[in-house]
């Protein structure tokens, strides 16, 4: 929630509110409390902080992943099945990335892959259940498909 308050000895309006890296932040709005035009834009301002709260920001954000991606398999891929394969391994994937709010291609490194191995074979689906290893390697191989591209491009 952002909220708008006054400080002792202050004309202006102050707002208190969480950024979408979970950040609390109090500033000076540097509208005055006393003239109604400023106390409506910061109203205005307080909404607009409140609703960034609760929007979810794509980590994976069209730029850097989704964009080109589904392309490439579309180009790289001889059969619908090993589409089909490909593209259910790379939601796996994507879901990761945006837990792990990797934006692009350049900030994966070697330990976020073997973070995936982990964090893959131990994470429960809806079903309770847990892939096997086999599986988080082949996605891993698929990541390592498309960290190749990326270098290409």
Known sequence: MAYLYRKQRSPFWY???IDADKVK???STGLRADDP???IKAKVLRAELETGEYRKIPVVNSAAWDHWVP???ERHCPTKATFDRYE????W?????QRKRINSPRQMTYRLGIE???????FKK????IVGRNTAILELKLLSLVMGEAVRM
């Open 71 to 73: 392309k490439f398999f």
């Open 116 to 122: 995936y191995l982990d964090w893959r074979t131990t």
């Open 37 to 39: 035009n400023d106390t």
């Open 15 to 17: 707002i208190q509110y």
């Open 93 to 97: 994937i994507a879901l990761w990335l």
């Open 25 to 27: 932040h109090d500033k």
């Open 126 to 129: 809806c079903t309770g259940k």
């Open 88 to 91: 259910d391994a790379w939601k």
